[in-house]
């Protein structure tokens, strides 16, 4: 569990964790990036881009069961 109680899934370790949405979910804040929808998908089936470094992430959501 994180330290908010969310359940740890396993997948990507080096990205795995709790990011914070705008209510458009058009931006996200995860750790010190701030990434950005993109718009139509980006490479290999990503969907948010960082604003920073231009590298494109994949964000998916997991809600408790």
Known sequence: M???GAPIHGGFNHFRGEA????TMNTCYFEDKTLVKVKGGGLNGSNYKC???GEFYRV???DRL
């Open 51 to 53: 604003s920073n470094s």
């Open 20 to 23: 914070i949405f705008t209510s």
């Open 60 to 62: 998916m959501k997991f």
């Open 2 to 4: 994180t330290e908010n």
